[in-house]
């Protein structure tokens, strides 16, 4: 069974800077790409960052220059580094991955997601 699990979330000052975590466990083939999205209260989910299947990252406009995606493939990880940390900022950050399974075909891929894990940005 394919599972994400992120850690890293909480509370800290504007200014200030997190790493959130997020690992695949179980058995697939190819982990295609992964990425963070995020949940403000009352708002629809965005991206945050992404992988591209082209194999580039890419980031939405108000995190460029402040947050940086970065992925371990050999332990199936992708990590958010948040550096100035604004209030609008607070949300409920999901990790996901696009996974082909193993023993599957490209186009069997499905997409996984974390349970979510809450950043704060408040003084």
């Known amino acids: 069974q394919v599972q994400l699990v992120e850690s890293g979330g909480g509370l800290v000052q504007p200014g200030g800077s997190l790493r959130l975590s997020c690992a695949l466990s179980?058995?697939?083939?190819?982990?295609?790409?992964m990425g963070w999205y995020r949940q403000a209260p009352g708002k629809q989910r965005e991206l945050v960052a992404g992988e591209t299947l082209a194999g580039y990252f890419d980031y939405m406009e108000s995190v460029k220059g402040r947050f940086t995606i970065s992925r371990d493939n050999a332990n199936n990880t992708v990590y958010l580094q948040m550096d100035n940390l604004k209030p609008e900022d607070t949300a409920v950050y999901y990790c996901n991955a696009d996974v082909q399974p193993y023993g599957g075909l490209w186009y069997e891929r499905r997409v996984y997601w974390g349970q979510g894990t809450q950043v704060t940005v408040s003084s």
């Open positions: 179980g058995r697939v083939y190819r982990i295609v790409t």
